[in-house]
């Protein structure tokens, strides 16, 4: 197994990570005792530097930024000089593939959820009779045709199938007139 | 954290995903078709038509909401019934609508609203002229004669439902005369409950196609047949009958009924009533005769047979179908009288707590409801 770098789980402890390197590090450390251990380590470092802030007249922000810039450039300079090891993970055409991946999902979420929305368009070609939430309605394939009672309770309404491919439903609507609506799968 | 951050405008993102592609916008005037014969005795008027189409993908949702005045100009009908005809033929091949306004009592040069909402969905976006047409099927008068070209049946429909309706309307008015306002409030404080307690199922029918039962528990399929009740003055009288049944789905239902009465029958209904395992009975379907050119003599036998399958869920779970019951609900001769059970048959029979309550009766108490005890007496001295 192969671990990610000192920096990594440093940046990790600290929730400066990116999403995708946090995640795979999130993934690797909860395999790992040892990667576990050091960042609990890098933490228990962080829990001790509050106390550090106490201390008047020092520009943290700039000293921050300034000890940040060290590090990257230190981190660069190693990596020129000797090639760390190569982190745990997918090798370098496993981001963009993922990223794909991500994009492919969400698009085919979108698709799922929008045909299986509150009115489901099947591909059965069944002739389909039913009450919705709000009405009733006949149904074949990709189309249908709904009667609606909106604001009607569902208990004022009295829903009837008819064994011959029917569905009534009857209720007052808001003037007091009873309306009875019908839908007929022929 | 950033893990969790992340996930979380993943999920947003994906639930905004179908928002994002769905694009809602007006439709123009002429959505909706609507037409009446030129000798109708109700005219329409003051038309609006607010149709807004909303594309999801390459499929389209248009909803479509019509409000008009139909006012009777017959010289002197009371018009007690009026049945639209909604079609759609290019959405949903074969498929049609129908809004019926029952209990009505509209004099002549007398208006009354309607508003139909209608909800289309179609798998292109296309959109050439009227999606909908909505014409006249039938006006029923108060002398329960008919007019109109009655492709939906809605002569026969709208009269059993004005009988049902004088049936109740008089059960009510008996009940003021013998009880007074407090005996009136009682009944239909009770009409009101058994309304609210009336358990109810939901179905799903479906014609042609394979069977796709679900159950809640481990079952056997194969024919059920079912029991019946029987009403002593009933023209027609259940003879045997049985359909398949197979978890919360039964299908191809049949019952042979016999012809008791003296005159030629043109059209019988059944009531269908299922068990669940506990032994609760629900409305399930109605159950037509199947013959649409039936004439059945007396002492003939007819079967009412559908191809068709029912599937039944209570509160999102399937229903396992256990016992089955039919009784003859509506009966019409071929001289066009009808025949549906008395108030008295269906108490006796202990049904009033499974079936709706007829249009009539619906309106009263909601006119009870909103109004007020003394509206409903008001009404009931009215007509």
Not at chain 2, 57 to 77: E, F, K, Q, T, W
Not at chain 2, 253 to 272: A, I, M
Not at chain 2, 313 to 335: C, I, Y
């Amino acid at each position: 197994m192969r671990h990610p770098n000192r920096a990594t789980l440093a940046l990790h402890a600290g929730g400066d990570l990116g999403a995708w390197a946090n995640w795979r590090t999130d993934r690797h450390v909860a395999r790992c005792a040892e990667c576990r251990q050091e960042i609990a380590a890098f933490r228990a470092a962080r829990r001790e530097l509050p106390d550090a802030a106490e201390i008047p007249g020092v520009a943290w922000n700039r000293l921050a930024a300034q000890m940040k810039a060290n590090i990257r450039l230190g981190l660069t300079l190693g990596e020129l000089e000797e090639p760390a090891p190569r982190e745990a993970g997918p090798s370098a055409w496993a981001r963009p593939a993922a990223v794909f991946a991500g994009l492919a999902t969400l698009l085919a979420a979108g698709f799922i959820l929008q045909h299986n929305g509150p009115h489901p368009i099947r591909a059965s070609q069944d002739v389909e009779v039913e009450t919705t939430a709000n009405g009733i309605q006949v149904r074949q394939g990709a189309g249908a045709l709904g009667l609606l009672h909106r604001g009607a309770s569902d208990i004022d309404v009295n829903y009837t199938p008819g064994a011959q491919g029917a569905m009534s439903a009857q209720n007052v609507d808001d003037t007091g007139h009873v309306t009875v609506t019908n839908v007929y799968a022929n | 954290m950033r893990t969790r951050d992340a996930a979380r405008w993943v999920v947003l993102a994906l639930l905004a995903a179908p928002a994002l592609l769905a694009q809602d916008y007006p439709l123009p005037a002429g959505s909706i078709n609507v037409s009446f014969p030129g000798d109708s005795p109700v005219l329409f008027s003051g038309l609006t038509d607010q149709s807004r189409g909303t594309a999801r993908g390459s499929a389209m949702v248009i909803d479509l909401r019509v409000s008009m005045v139909l006012r009777n100009v017959s010289a002197n009908r009371q018009i007690h019934g009026v049945t639209l005809r909604v079609v759609s033929q290019e959405v949903a091949v074969g498929g049609k609508g129908s809004v019926t306004y029952p209990s009505l009592h509209v004099g002549p040069g007398e208006s009354f609203p309607v508003r139909i909402e209608m909800q289309l969905m179609r798998p292109t976006q296309a959109v050439n002229g009227p999606l909908v047409q909505v014409s006249l099927d039938g006006v029923l008068f108060g002398d329960l004669t008919f007019y109109g070209d009655n492709r939906l049946n809605s002569k026969r429909i709208m009269t059993a439902e004005e009988l049902e309706a004088r049936r109740d309307r008089e059960y009510y008015k008996r009940v003021l005369q013998e009880t007074g306002v407090n005996g009136l409030r009682s009944a239909v404080l009770e009409s009101l409950v058994r309304q609210s307690e009336r358990p109810r199922l939901d179905a799903r029918v479906t014609r042609g196609g394979p069977s796709v039962a679900s159950s809640a528990a481990p079952v056997q399929s194969g024919a059920e047949n079912f029991a019946f009740l029987k009403f002593p003055d009933s023209p027609v009288a259940p003879v045997g009958g049985s359909a398949q049944v197979s978890g919360n789905e039964a299908r191809d239902p049949r019952v042979e009924v016999r012809n008791n009465s003296s005159k030629d029958v043109r059209y019988f209904e059944l009531s269908w009533l299922v068990s669940d395992a506990n032994g609760q009975q629900y409305l399930a379907a109605s159950l037509p005769a199947s013959d649409p050119a039936l004439l059945l003599k007396p002492s003939r036998t007819a079967q009412a047979a559908q191809d068709t399958a029912l599937r039944f869920t209570r509160n999102g779970e399937p229903l396992n179908v256990g016992r089955m019951t039919g009784f003859v609900s509506q009966v019409e001769f071929a001289d066009g009288q009808m025949w549906i059970p008395s108030r008295q048959a269906l108490e006796n029979a202990s049904l009033m707590r499974l079936i709706a309550p007829s249009a009539e009766e619906q309106r009263l108490t909601d006119l009870y409801r909103r109004s007020g005890m003394n509206a409903l007496v008001e009404d009931l001295k009215k007509y």
